[in-house]
C-alpha cells in the first residue's frame, strides 16, 4: 500500500460520494506522483460515466469535470470491480462513517488491523463469496 484516505462525506447521494472519492483519491495519486494507474470502482454508474465521458446528473457536472480532468491529466483507466474485490475501498468509506472524520494513511503508518486483514487477504488471492 502508498496510500489509502477514509474521508466523510455527511449527508449526500450516493452518486456524489463515489465521485467525490474518485476524485479525491486521484488527488492524492497526483500529490505522490502516481501516474498510469488503474482504478477499480464497484460503482457501476460512476465507471460509466467515467467512460462515456457524460454524467446524467446535473448536481454533478462540476464534480464530474474535475474528476474527468484529473483521469486525462494522470493517464488512469477507470474500470469496475465487484464489491467483493473492492473490501478495502468499503472498509475505508465504513470507516470514514463511523468515525465522522477524514484520515489518510501513509505507506509505514500504523493501518486499522481489519484493513489489514482485507490486505492480506487480498495479497493471498483468497475467494470472497457473495451472500
Known sequence: MLIAFSNFYGVCSIAVAELRALRDGLKLCADIGLAGCQVSSDSATTVQFIT???CSLWNCCFLFQEVMDLV???GVNICFT??????AAD????????RTE???FRSGDVIPQELQR???EDR???LVLRM
Open 124 to 126: 493471498a488471492g483468497l
Open 102 to 104: 477524514n484520515s489518510v
Open 82 to 87: 465487484y464489491r467483493e474485490s473492492n473490501r
Open 91 to 98: 472498509f475505508l468509506a465504513n470507516l470514514a462513517c463511523s
Open 72 to 74: 486525462e491529466s494522470l
Open 118 to 120: 482485507i490486505m492480506r
Open 52 to 54: 462515456h465521458k457524460a
